[in-house]
């Protein structure tokens, strides 16, 4: 599957920002969907994830409370809400996609940058 992921740019800190991921394949909800990140100099990390039909979530510890990720499959899209977000959160985020019965996420998206300025 293709993702393509957007909604980066740059805001302050304390404001919000809603990354949108859309997936090329019409069995996009047979797929677990992934958000990740990389900030400079590190390794990329883990964020958010959502199961392909969109009841079971889960975050990173650093963005719970303060991410939601969420689904359309009627749109192929997967979403991340970001919220209260914080100069630590800076980092280039993609998407990802494992299918059903993977433990790894096998199709990537190009990356969207986010920067929050203090």
């Known amino acids: 599957v293709q993702l393509q992921a957007s909604g980066g740019g740059l805001v302050q800190a304390g404001g919000s920002l809603r990354l949108s991921c859309a997936a090329s394949?019409?069995?996009?909800?047979?797929?677990?969907m992934g958000w990740f990140r990389q900030a400079p100099g590190k390794e990329r990390e883990f964020v958010a994830s959502?199961?392909?039909?969109?009841?079971?979530?889960y975050y990173a510890d650093s963005v719970k409370d303060r991410f939601t990720v969420s689904r359309d499959n009627a749109k192929n899209t997967v979403y991340l809400q970001m919220n209260s977000l914080k100069p630590e959160d800076t980092a280039v985020y993609y998407c990802?996609?494992?299918?059903?019965?993977?433990?790894?996420?096998?199709?990537w998206g190009q990356g969207t940058q986010v920067t929050v300025s203090s």
């Open positions: 990802a996609s494992r299918s059903a019965g993977s433990a790894a996420y096998d199709s």
């Open positions: 394949r019409r069995t996009f909800s047979s797929y677990n």
């Open positions: 959502v199961n392909w039909g969109g009841g079971r979530t």
